[in-house]
């Protein structure tokens, strides 16, 4: 098979993690005899500094061209701290998550058993947790308008917008991952004060009756925050808007052990695109340390996801397993008294692991 892919390595930690996937994805592709195309394009804060722009046209058509987009992070704290800065990294992100139509951001939330102990949760409670969080990222507050100031500066305004087409579209692709897992759907809203999510609640009810196998169950947000650390083995496939998704994706990477471990597939109308769900960490840049683990697996889910390829992904998975269990790790999730392993150590052992 032949793979066109565009590789968007961004700020921060992104270039050497995305280095590591890369060099993974075509230890695998020369494993299985596919055949690698890749190009690189300019992103976030690197795109700035560039050329003005966090999502070049230049590097719209690139991802518009190819057949996956591998993603590293984009952010700098340069313009984290600057409100007045015009332009900023995370619009780049946003633009290419419109312009591609990537309505469903796939963030699967698995327990590693090596990493247990890491986990901010109690051990009997975080064993066996494995759920897929479906967050919305084409609508909500993210993109509605009018979005701004008051003349005087001192009121500021956000609009929440979902039509029945957006949130057709996603619940019923949440039903669709469901039916292939243990049917069950969890649907995240805060119905009894938003109206938008009043809609979510309608349509999904039209939606459910199509799918008689999965169980369907409504849940406010708030609730959904605390039940996900109380009882995260209760989860199967999570749906929500795209704000609710933002953080509630974060909280359950954490639940894991550690967020450098979590991919994701952000999937819609053209490219699908494939990240880390951890941002550009601007202050371990350069310095060989981050984890690649989570970038390896989302290269992992890119040969799953875009391409079909199940073997070959499966075997990232397990390589990343292996290294695991070997004690071949960064400092975020080495055991006590054992040394780190650099960000290139782990990416060599795993290459050595694809390679064998
Ligand atoms: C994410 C990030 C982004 C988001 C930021 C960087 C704009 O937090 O992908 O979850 O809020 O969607
Ligand atoms: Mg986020």
């Known amino acids: 098979m032949k793979l066109n892919i565009a590789v968007l390595p961004g700020d921060g930690i992104g270039p050497e993690i995305?280095?590591?996937?890369?060099?993974?994805?075509?230890?695998?592709?020369?494993?299985?005899?596919?055949?690698?195309?890749?190009?690189?394009?300019?992103?976030?804060?690197?795109?700035?500094?560039?050329?003005?722009?966090?999502?070049?046209?230049?590097?719209?058509?690139?991802?518009?061209?190819?057949?996956?987009?591998?993603?590293?992070?984009?952010?700098?704290?340069?313009?984290?701290n600057d409100p007045s800065a015009k332009v900023r990294p995370e619009q780049g992100l946003l633009a290419m998550r419109k312009r591609l139509g990537l309505y469903a951001n796939i963030r699967p939330v698995t327990t590693f058993e090596s990493l247990i102990h890491k986990s901010p949760l109690r051990a009997d409670l975080v064993r066996g947790a494995d759920f897929m969080c479906i967050r919305e990222l084409t609508g909500g507050m993210y993109f509605g308008r009018p979005q701004g100031r008051s003349e005087d500066g001192?009121?500021?305004?956000?609009?929440?917008?979902?039509?029945?087409?957006?949130?057709?579209?996603?619940?019923?692709?949440?039903?669709?991952?469901?039916?292939?897992?243990?049917?069950?759907?969890?649907?995240?809203?805060?119905?009894?004060?938003?109206a938008t999510s009043r809609l979510w609640r309608e349509v999904s009810k039209e939606i459910a009756p199509l799918y008689p196998e999965v169980e369907t169950e409504f849940m406010f947000v708030d609730n959904a925050a605390m039940r996900m650390i109380q009882w995260p083995t209760a989860f199967d496939v999570m749906v929500t808007e795209n704000m609710f998704g933002d953080i509630l994706t974060d909280e359950g990477s954490v639940i894991t052990g550690s967020m450098g471990l979590l991919p994701s597939a952000s999937i819609g109308t053209h490219t699908s695109v494939f990240e880390p769900i951890h941002g550009s960490w601007p202050q371990a840049a350069g310095q060989n340390i981050a984890n690649p683990l989570a970038t390896i697996l989302s290269a992992a889910m890119m040969f799953d996801y875009a391409f079909g390829l199940k073997e070959e992904a499966a075997l990232i998975r397990r390589a990343v397993d292996a290294?695991?269990?070997?004690?071949?790790?960064?400092?975020?999730?080495?055991?006590?008294?054992?040394?780190?392993?650099?960000?290139?150590?782990?990416?060599?052992?795993?290459?050595?692991?694809?390679?064998?």
């Open 18 to 80: 995305i280095r590591v996937a890369l060099d993974a994805t075509q230890a695998v592709c020369d494993k299985f005899g596919h055949e690698l195309h890749y190009e690189y394009g300019i992103c976030g804060a690197d795109a700035i500094d560039k050329v003005g722009n966090p999502y070049p046209e230049e590097t719209h058509e690139l991802c518009m061209r190819s057949d996956a987009v591998l993603f590293g992070a984009v952010g700098h704290p340069r313009f984290d």
């Open 154 to 194: 001192n009121t500021a305004y956000d609009t929440c917008v979902y039509t029945r087409e957006e949130i057709t579209r996603i619940v019923t692709l949440a039903y669709e991952y469901a039916m292939k897992r243990r049917k069950k759907l969890t649907i995240v809203d805060k119905a009894n004060v938003l």
């Open 323 to 356: 290294s695991m269990d070997a004690y071949v790790r960064t400092q975020d999730i080495q055991a006590d008294n054992r040394p780190a392993y650099s960000t290139s150590e782990v990416g060599q052992w795993i290459l050595d692991y694809l390679s064998k």
